[in-house]
């Protein structure tokens, strides 16, 4: 009898222990993380299901979304639903959120997101106030009518917004363009060093807008660009690239981001997400 209390004692124990702990979480970081499935563009393209079972099989509970790589959404919602995958967030191109954002709240209803985000303003390099301006006011009216609908709208930093301006940069004036009460924003922080900028200082001064974060780490010698574009292969595993996480983690928990989504866009991405989950979990700061 003592035996057997002993052994379901130990059972509870590890089922407490395997429940409080998610995959790409440790000691330190707590996440909540999940995936940003963009980063297995390519596999989607060819296998719909196939790839959610991968990512599935990474690990992973919850995704963000970047279309629905041709399947109707209500069906894409139904493929994530069998394998237990939660939509938190999701991208959606400027144009639909310049020209018909209900059709993004009825999209984004549809999978249950809490954020609604836009990942890149159109323009010609080099990107400039005016475009900024448009941008700003774009995103204030996308937010004020998706919070109608009860959802969160961001704008996904891309490098290009931290081109000089004033005594600042033009991210600068986006952020004093827009609602704080609308427009929130998502930190890819692979687009925050590439430009030159200081993560650290970006969330001190920017505190609780930045509620969603890209972990996404960059090869040590990536040329410096304003442009928001950098060959894939400079998309390393998470610890293996010049980005400070432990400090940008801390800094970020200080400033209220509430989801981290993995983003992976080197043509390895399938055998470096997991790699860079375990660098999560056994990371100590």
């Not at 709208?153 to 609602?179: I, K, M, Q, V």
């Not at 860079?276 to 979990?281: A, C, D, H, N, Q």
Request: aromatic share 12%; glycine share 8%; charged share 20%.
């Amino acid at each position: 009898m003592l035996v057997c209390s002993v052994v379901a004692l130990f059972l509870t124990s590890v089922q407490h222990s395997t429940a409080q702990h998610s995959r790409g979480t440790g000691p330190s970081f707590k996440g909540p993380v999940g995936l940003q499935l963009y980063s297995l563009r390519d596999q989607f393209k060819s296998d719909v299901p196939g790839t959610l079972d991968k990512v599935k099989g990474m690990g992973f509970k919850y995704v963000e979304l970047a279309g629905t790589y041709g399947v109707p959404p209500d069906k894409f919602k139904q493929l994530l639903d069998v394998r237990g995958l939660k939509a938190v967030s999701g991208h959606f191109p400027y144009e639909q959120c310049r020209d018909n954002i209900e059709q993004i709240a009825r999209e984004a209803k549809i999978f249950g997101l809490e954020y609604v985000g836009c990942s890149w303003i159109p323009h010609q390099d080099p990107f400039d106030d005016k475009t900024t301006r448009e941008a700003a006011a774009v995103f204030n009216l996308a937010g004020e009518t998706l919070a109608k609908h009860g959802l969160k709208f961001f704008y996904h930093t891309h490098g290009y917004e931290f081109l000089p301006y004033g005594n600042g940069t033009l991210f600068d004036l986006l952020a004093s363009e827009t609602n704080p009460k609308y427009v929130r924003f998502q930190m890819d922080v692979f687009w925050i060093v590439n430009p030159g900028q200081d993560p650290l200082k970006l969330l001190a001064k920017y505190g609780n807008r930045f509620e969603l974060m890209h972990v996404k780490d960059m090869k040590v010698g990536t040329p410096q660009a304003f442009t928001g574009h950098s060959d894939v292969t400079n998309s390393v595993v998470l610890g293996q690239g010049v980005i400070d996480w432990p400090n940008i983690f801390r800094a970020a928990k200080k400033a209220g981001v509430k989801w981290y989504f993995v983003e992976d866009e080197s043509p390895s991405a399938e055998t470096q997400i997991p790699k860079s989950l375990s660098y999560l979990e056994q990371l100590k700061f």
